[in-house]
Structure formats: structure tokens, C-alpha cells
């Protein structure tokens, strides 16, 4: 008792405190209820505040689009986030196919010799070797060829060339060099559309599965395999190089060069040895027809044409052949009508043996 007369003081101010907390608490309750109720009265329902929000969005699609490309052009790129706008990635140049480098086909032939690559005289070839031998022996191969043959020590060397002067018909590259080897360059070459008509053969001792592999994924064309073989190489410049043969033979009228060396069985010296043969029997031919005729020998004029006629096909002078035949046949007619064929032949003889000689001046 005396305990509770002492604290008396003290609980009479808590539970004063406790009634004022209990009053602020009803009449804050009566204030929100009040507040809602005035809320209410003006229309301000969660409905009508969701119908609102969406009055305002059909209002925005319905917009006009320039209006909504200005409101974007506000924003400077500087602001946090992206703001719903997407950047215009600019279109990725498609890259153009390199050009379809043609290639021949290369028919059978007899060991070459350093004679035959004069048949492709006029050519440009630029060489990547840094060895000073193998430089030597592919230059004293093609010496007397007529080949243009421009060498650099490495692919630094190579590309540099190449930016100032382009035309070559192909790249012999060395596969292994310092500074820059062949694979780089290769791959530097193929990525320059200026340089797709150029052909990039490998050199290198290098022959395993994989090696090949890695050389024509860097954008070579062909290998050659070190030591050089005189016939691959041969090969090589056969395939790459156009024809001269059908432009040479656009000249010719009495001689088809590509005939003649088809029947020789792909053999051009075997050819060529064939024409000398013929222009040094037969040059005088119609002479000597002339006068078996004169003499009405007309058997060894018969012979004669004979053989010329078996000749002059296999070397492809087709009318030769004909005009010879219809001498052949006429030996027993009329004379005009010999007289007309035997000046016939005498004209394509000797456009014939012109021909021939022009054509092995252009292989000698």
C-alpha cells in the first residue's frame, strides 16, 4: 500500500498519456474517413481513376507519329536508360565473291624442257622467296622464255610490289619467310579485290595433309613442292595462262595448230619437229607434180600425192589435204581441169609452209 501511494503520481501520468494517444488515434481515423468520403462526393472513384489512365494511353497511340519523333529528339542520348528507344544499326556491307579464276585443263606431253615454256612468253610472274638459290633456279628456268619474272625477298617485299604495279598473271609464294610469311601475305592478297585475277601457288617443302590444308585456307590456289619439278611448274603456268593457240589460229588458214599437236599425241617439240620435216620434203611439191604431170608420169605424181595427203593431215592442214585429193583424183581428166587444181595446190602449199614457218619462229 504504501508502494502504490508512492508511484500514485507517476500512473496517474501514464495512463493520462495513454487516453491522449487513444484520442489522437480516433479523431486521425474520423479525419481519413472524412477525407474519402469528400473524395467520393467529387466523382474520384479507383474506377473512374483507371478509365482516366486509359483515356490517356488510346489518346497517345492515337497521335500522330511526328509528334512522337519530336518528343524523342528531347532526348540527347545523356539521360540513364534507353527509354524505350532502339538504335539503327547501319546495314553490314555484304562482301562481293572473289572472281572465279579460270583454269585448262592440261593435256598429257612428253618431259619439258626449258624450251617449252616459251610457249608462254609475255606472262608476268611475281616471286616471293627469300632464298637466294631457289630464286636462281626458278630465273635460270624461265631465262630464255620470254617470262617476265619479279622477285621479292619476303611478303612485305611481295605486298609492296603489288601496290604499284598489279599485273601479274600469278604469285609463286614461298611459304616460309622472314618478316612476313606466305600465309600472311596470301591471306592480305585475297582480301584485296584489286588482286583476284592473280593466282597464289605455294612453294614449300611441306606436303602433309595439314600443311595443304592451312595453304588453301590462306587463299592459295595451287602448291608446288620444293625441290621444283620443271614439269609442275610447267603444269602450273599451263593451267593459268589463256590460250595462245586459238588466237594464233585465227590467223591461220591452211593450219590448225591444235589438231596437229592433238594428233601428235600432245606433244608440241614432237609437233614442231614434224612441221620442220614437212616444210623441208614438201615445199617444192608442186613442182615437182607439175613436171610428173608435164611427162604424163602420172603414177609418181599419184605417189606423191599420196603421201602428201597422209602427211598434211596429221599435221593439220586440212585443205592441203583436200586439194591434194581432188588432184589425186583428177590425174586422168582434162587438162584445164588439172591445171586449175595443180594451181590450187600450189597456193595452199606455199600459204601453208608460210604458216608453218611463222609458227616455229614463234616457238624458237
Request: no cysteine; proline share 2%; aromatic share 6%.
Amino acid at each position: 500500500m504504501d508502494l502504490i501511494t508512492a508511484y500514485q503520481n507517476e500512473l496517474l501520468a501514464l495512463v493520462a498519456i495513454l487516453v491522449v494517444i487513444f484520442i489522437y488515434l480516433i479523431i486521425k481515423r474520423k479525419a481519413a474517413d472524412a477525407s474519402i468520403q469528400a473524395n467520393n462526393e467529387d466523382g474520384t472513384s479507383v474506377e473512374k481513376i483507371e478509365t482516366a489512365v486509359k483515356e490517356v494511353i488510346e489518346k497517345e497511340q492515337e497521335s500522330p507519329l511526328v509528334e512522337k519523333e519530336a518528343s524523342t529528339t528531347l532526348l540527347d542520348g545523356k539521360e540513364e536508360g534507353d527509354f524505350g528507344v532502339v538504335e539503327e544499326k547501319p546495314a553490314r556491307k555484304i562482301q562481293e565473291e572473289p572472281k572465279v579464276i579460270k583454269k585448262r585443263d592440261v593435256p598429257p606431253h612428253a618431259k619439258i624442257t626449258k624450251n617449252d615454256f616459251k610457249e608462254f612468253s609475255g606472262q608476268r610472274i611475281l616471286l616471293a622467296e627469300d632464298n637466294i638459290i631457289n630464286q636462281k633456279v626458278i630465273l635460270g628456268l624461265l631465262a630464255e622464255s620470254s617470262i617476265e619474272v619479279i622477285v621479292a625477298n619476303d611478303g612485305v617485299e611481295a605486298l609492296e610490289i603489288l601496290e604499284k604495279d598489279d599485273n601479274f598473271t600469278l604469285i609463286l609464294m614461298d611459304a616460309h619467310m622472314p618478316r612476313m610469311d606466305g600465309f600472311e601475305a596470301t591471306q592480305k592478297i585475297r582480301q584485296n579485290p584489286a588482286y583476284d585475277h592473280i593466282v597464289v601457288v605455294a612453294l614449300s617443302g611441306d606436303i602433309a595433309a595439314d600443311d595443304i590444308r592451312k595453304m588453301t585456307e590462306a587463299g592459295m590456289s595451287e602448291h608446288l613442292e620444293k625441290p621444283l619439278k620443271i614439269d609442275a611448274l610447267y603444269d602450273i603456268l599451263y593451267a593459268y595462262t589463256p590460250a595462245k593457240n586459238n588466237t594464233d589460229n585465227l590467223n591461220y588458214t591452211e593450219l590448225n595448230i591444235e589438231e596437229g599437236v592433238e594428233i601428235s599425241g600432245n606433244d608440241d617439240s614432237f609437233y614442231q619437229e614434224i612441221l620442220m620435216e614437212f616444210v623441208k620434203s614438201y615445199k617444192n611439191a608442186h613442182e615437182i607434180i607439175d613436171s610428173f604431170i608435164k611427162h604424163n608420169n602420172t603414177e609418181n605424181a599419184d605417189k606423191l600425192l599420196l603421201d602428201i595427203i597422209g602427211v598434211s593431215a596429221n599435221i593439220g592442214a586440212q585443205k592441203l589435204t583436200e586439194t591434194a585429193r581432188e588432184l589425186k583424183t583428177s590425174l586422168n581428166n582434162n587438162d584445164n581441169e588439172k591445171s586449175r587444181l595443180l594451181f590450187k595446190f600450189k597456193e595452199n602449199l606455199e600459204n601453208l609452209v608460210k604458216e608453218i614457218q611463222n609458227y616455229l619462229h614463234t616457238k624458237n
